[in-house]
């Protein structure tokens, strides 16, 4: 299949994309649904993504007509990774919505409290346990490897602490009536 026929077909999914689109584009959605790797945009809009996507088949055009293939295979991956996530997103958003919860009642707020402090604990112990392997390794590549996996792991021990915190202030601010 020749160049043009591909950027015809992309620029057809966009397209179409672009319509689904319109109906709920300017609703904002709660939360970053998609990767920063995938998107760099943090909209919360899904005109937002469609701009980036656009954005992104327009570099996809000069790349092809300057030549640069390293580029183009890049961006027209990446691109089809971006179509297709957003036209996933489309395909649930209706059932997210349908399932979003009303309002957060108290019970909820005290579960959710009991999960993160599962997730703490069970993180607290992988990066325990990647720690002791580091002891271990032999080789300079395995200790870069599980050195690499305990900054993840605190990653995500930093980010489920401030929502345990963010909890416990919900349940303070419920308990003092506020």
């Known amino acids: ?33 998609f ?23 327009a570099q996809l055009q000069m790349a092809v007509k ?3 293939t390293a580029q183009v295979a890049f961006l027209a991956e990446r691109l089809v990774a971006q179509i297709t996530a957003l036209q996933r997103e489309l395909a649930t958003l209706v059932l997210r919505r349908k ?27 992988m990066i325990q346990d990647r720690e002791s392997l580091l002891g ?12 690499q996996e305990v900054a993840a792991i605190e990653g995500r021990l930093l980010r489920c602490r401030q929502a345990l915190t963010r909890i416990e202030r919900s349940i303070a601010r419920k308990e003092n009536n506020f």
């Open 136 to 147: 271990a390794q032999t080789t300079l590549a395995a200790q870069k490897k599980l050195q």
């Open 35 to 57: 990767d920063i790797a995938l998107f760099s945009n943090r909209g919360t809009r899904l005109r937002d993504y469609l701009a980036e996507i656009q954005k992104n088949f």
């Open 66 to 68: 300057d030549n640069r």
């Open 99 to 125: 399932n979003q919860p009303k309002v957060m009642g108290e019970v909820d707020i005290y579960h959710k409290l009991a999960e993160h402090q599962d997730y703490e604990r069970r993180l607290v112990s």
């Open 1 to 33: 299949m020749s160049t043009q026929r591909l950027l015809q077909t992309l620029e057809q999914q966009i397209t179409a994309l672009a319509n689904n689109i319109q109906p709920q584009g300017d609703m904002p959605i709660p939360q970053a649904r």
